[in-house]
């Protein structure tokens, strides 16, 4: 289901640790491979492994590093398909992607919740296009970004089946949105990573006088948010907590379905 991570590098060190971290993501998450890399700018969208390689280490002293493997779960394993698109508004941008899935664009139906309800809605297939892709190719989906509308936005996102998380950056900002799965934000001696993943020790070591010392680092999670993260000085501007009943998306009593 995708390895999605934000490195948030203020002091600018060469992250060689991070290369073991991604060896071992990239072994179940093949599909492709994307970076967009501030205050350097480096975007790469490939289906080469070595080309993203090559990309990241131009990247390394970046001041944040977006960095996306995706395991295809809906839609072709194709160029068109590898995640960090960039979407615009008015001169503004953020490059987007996201671990989880949209259930309205990766089936012939989805379902909805209201009121004690669950609706089926039937929808025509496009088996090329994958959820994500279609997902931020809506012009609602965008203006809702752009405008920081996050109650319609989680409205939104509720109505379409929208779980997982997302992060979409710029070279100020993070939105980070996290439904019914949780981020973690890690510090590495200063090195912030959000990720859709915990980075146990087990995935970071370090030789040192002929031994393997395995590293446990602090780290905090976010569940059921949208944040607006200010990359410049690393705090958070406006936090939406997700409330109501979206939940029983995915906890559905059979007895009280109805199709539309």
């Known amino acids: ?19 073991s971290i991604l060896e071992v993501k990239r072994k179940i998450n093949n599909h492709g491979y994307s970076l967009w890399a501030y205050n350097n700018e480096y975007h790469v969208r490939t289906l080469d492994y070595e080309e993203f390689k090559n990309t990241l280490d131009k990247a390394r ?25 960039r979407i615009e508004n008015n001169g503004n941008y953020y490059y987007v992607s996201h671990n989880g899935g949209v259930s309205k664009y990766c089936s ?18 496009n088996n090329n296009i994958s959820d994500t ?39 100020r900002y993070i939105i980070a949105i996290s439904r019914d799965k949780s981020m973690y934000i890690h510090d590495f001696n200063g090195i912030l990573i959000f990720s859709n993943e915990l980075l146990d020790e087990a995935d970071r070591t370090y030789r040192k006088y002929d031994f393997i010392f395995r590293i446990r680092t602090p780290y905090t999670s976010l569940s059921d948010v949208i944040i607006k993260y200010d990359v410049k000085n690393l705090r958070i501007l406006r936090k939406y907590d997700i409330e109501g009943d979206y939940r029983d998306y995915y906890f559905l009593n059979y007895r009280y379905i109805h199709e539309i």
């Open 1 to 19: 289901m995708c390895f999605n991570c934000i490195i948030i590098n203020k002091k600018k060190k060469i992250l060689r640790f991070i290369d």
């Open 61 to 85: 002293n970046s001041e944040l590093i977006h960095i996306h493997f995706r395991q295809a779960s809906s839609g072709n394993i194709s160029i068109d398909n590898v995640h960090m698109w």
């Open 108 to 125: 012939n139906y989805y379902l909805t919740y209201h009121k004690g309800v669950v609706y089926i809605n039937r929808v025509k297939d």
């Open 133 to 171: 892709h279609q997902l931020i190719r809506n012009k609602e989906f965008q203006e809702l970004i752009f405008n920081e509308n996050y109650k319609e936005l989680n409205k939104f996102l509720s109505d379409v089946g929208f779980h997982g998380v997302m992060f979409l950056t710029n070279d």
